[in-house]
């Protein structure tokens, strides 16, 4: 489906007008019997989720997205993972100790911990899962989140062999990983999906099926237990996990529903315990209705439009690029539109630890002044109400999506004549059109941060990242990274990314719009939930009350 703005009616006002009220309007008059008091969860001891869009993958090391990452950290664990609270804590390795270098890390893994299977997990599955990971034959779009291991880079672009990786197995649960450099967030990027360990013997014999309930062998809380495809995705207990004794909840089913008013409904028909997201248009009514079940807090992610620098229109035009970024108005976007407390984006990187994000010399412009240099540089860049720029607008099936983009496409329509058309497309098709880059102009986008780090953000538009579907290619860029990821000196590494994403904002490869906060709806019978920056939750620490809980 597509939507093209072109005709010269197009009204900013009419826009703001709808949006207004479709951000106001009340849902469907409450239901008594769903919004009747209830102490206990119909279901017992299981816990059901709203995830969004359906994974294209479980597999760890080929996994993209937040709804297949919530999943992984429930069937999954590595060396390291995180309290309730986002606080690094040991995983699968009991302790670890770091040389003075700062590049050498030795881990001793809990002699307790075991596959779903009942096999031992060893540093030997550690050694195997690294290497595959970053072996150039998987494909893996986030390989270069393990680039500071020593020789991973080499070994990803196909130069080296898998056995010159610096992770080694110094005996059955001891495993010594060696960097390139001093790295302060590597403990922190060891819970990201890429560092889990898959099993071998299953991988390598059901390939592409090994994650399927029937064959799946994992190492985590939780067990995939059925999988029916557009539907739900359901985990058990893994009575073999080596923390099971604190593990409270008996099942957890992942619901894919990409439409966040069905999310609410189903929510409100006591369908859903916990809800990824939640309808921005609903706001009002949840905030009359259900307020102590609306949990918001902060959340390190950032949400932009990616424009394809490799081809036509924006090959080398940055003024073009840049006269798009500043037309679009921010604040209207997050207190009209969505509404849930999202802060204006001017720069790619959100606030994080040690690190002051760069903004564009006209972040603190009004917007009509904004406007008038953007009009100039449209101009200059060969475009005009005679000639003027029709572009494409990607992004995944989603009504916020839409709602956004619709406004967006009005504001270049209203001050530069830009004619958009919008093409909406399923969340695995949607992210193939945007990896192969030969397709797209203009792509919705979001990053979420896989560690409390600025790097996490930058490292994303570096020429040879896989997931750069925008094409950009700054060697000077490029260079400044590199020598940030080698940098010992804090101080000295976060001036280095200053200076990459100072230069990238006058590039304009991406167009930051806002930052994220993260947005649940939590039944009263959830307990355990602590909101952090990152977002992660593991379901193993919340725990469901049921009649016979609450009378022990």
């Known amino acids: 489906m597509s939507i093209t703005f072109y005709s010269p009616t197009t009204s900013l006002l009419m826009l703001l007008v709808l949006s207004t009220l479709a951000a106001c309007s009340p849902a469907e008059p409450p239901r008594p019997e769903t919004l009747a008091p209830q102490k206990f969860s119909p279901e017992g001891n299981v816990l059901r989720k709203s995830n969004g869009a359906e994974p294209q993958t479980l597999d760890p090391h080929k996994a993209e997205g937040v709804p297949a990452a919530n999943i992984l950290?429930?069937?999954?664990?590595?060396l390291t993972i995180e309290a309730p609270n986002g606080d690094l804590l040991p995983g699968v390795a009991e302790s670890w100790t770091i040389d003075e270098s700062g590049t050498e890390y030795t881990f001793q893994l809990r002699t307790n911990a075991k596959w779903s299977n009942g096999e031992p997990l060893t540093a030997a599955d550690f050694v195997y899962s690294f290497r595959r990971a970053l072996n150039p034959?998987?494909?893996?779009?986030?390989?270069?989140?393990?680039?500071?291991?020593?020789?991973?880079?080499?070994?990803?672009?196909g130069e080296l062999g898998l056995d010159s990786l610096g992770v080694k197995a110094l005996?059955?649960?001891?495993?010594?990983?060696?960097?390139?450099?001093?790295?302060?967030?590597?403990?922190?990027?060891?819970?990201?999906a890429m560092a889990y360990p898959v099993h071998q013997a299953t991988a390598e014999q059901h390939r592409d099926q090994f994650t399927r309930p029937n064959n799946n062998v994992s190492n985590g809380a939780y067990k995939i237990s059925d999988w029916l495809v557009q539907s739900h995705i359901s985990v058990e207990r893994n009575t073999r996990y080596w923390d099971n004794h604190d593990t409270r909840i008996d099942k957890v089913v992942y619901l894919a529903i990409e439409n966040p008013d069905a999310v609410l409904k189903r929510y409100r028909a006591n369908e859903l315990d916990m809800t990824q997201e939640v309808p921005s248009r609903q706001l009002g009514w949840i905030m009359q209705n259900i307020p102590d079940e609306y949990v918001v807090s902060p959340y390190l992610g950032a949400y932009y439009y990616g424009i394809n620098t490799l081809r036509a229109p924006f090959k080398a035009k940055p003024q073009l690029r840049l006269a798009l970024a500043m037309s679009i108005d921010r604040q209207i976007l997050t207190q009209k539109l969505t509404g849930g407390g999202e802060l204006a984006a001017y720069s790619f990187v959100p606030p994080v630890t040690g690190y002051e994000p760069q903004t564009p010399y006209w972040a603190n412009w009004s917007q009509e002044e904004r406007n008038a240099e953007a009009r100039r540089l449209y101009a200059a860049s060969g475009y005009g109400p005679e000639s003027p720029l029709e572009v494409e607008v990607l992004y995944n099936t989603s009504q916020g999506h839409k709602q956004l983009a619709i406004a967006v496409a009005s504001m270049w329509k209203q001050n530069l004549g830009v004619r958009t058309t919008l093409r909406n497309q399923e969340w695995k098709v949607y992210l193939q059109?945007?990896?192969?880059?030969?397709?797209?102009?203009?792509?919705r986008s979001g990053w979420i941060g896989d560690y409390n780090d600025a790097y996490g953000f930058l490292q994303l538009l570096i020429?040879?990242?896989?997931?750069?579907?925008?094409?950009?290619?700054?060697?000077?860029?490029?260079?400044?990274?590199?020598?940030?990821?080698?940098?010992?000196?804090?101080?000295?590494?976060?001036?280095y990314m200053q200076q990459a994403e100072a230069l990238m904002l006058q590039d304009m490869p991406v167009i930051p719009i806002y930052y994220y906060v993260s947005k649940h709806l939590i039944k009263p019978w959830v307990k355990g939930f602590t909101p952090n920056i990152m977002d992660h939750v593991y379901s193993k620490d919340l725990w469901i009350d049921t009649p016979a809980a609450d009378a022990g």
């Not at 005996?171 to 990201?192: R, V």
């Open 137 to 157: 034959a998987t494909l893996s779009r986030y390989a270069n989140i393990l680039y500071p291991i020593k020789n991973a880079a080499a070994v990803n672009r």
């Open 433 to 443: 059109t945007r990896a192969n880059k030969t397709e797209t102009e203009i792509y």
């Open 73 to 78: 950290r429930d069937i999954y664990e590595g």
């Open 463 to 495: 020429s040879t990242n896989p997931q750069n579907d925008s094409g950009y290619a700054n060697t000077e860029f490029d260079h400044l990274l590199e020598r940030a990821a080698k940098e010992i000196d804090m101080s000295q590494r976060a001036i």
């Open 171 to 192: 005996s059955p649960h001891q495993l010594k990983i060696n960097l390139e450099a001093s790295t302060p967030y590597f403990l922190s990027l060891l819970n990201h």
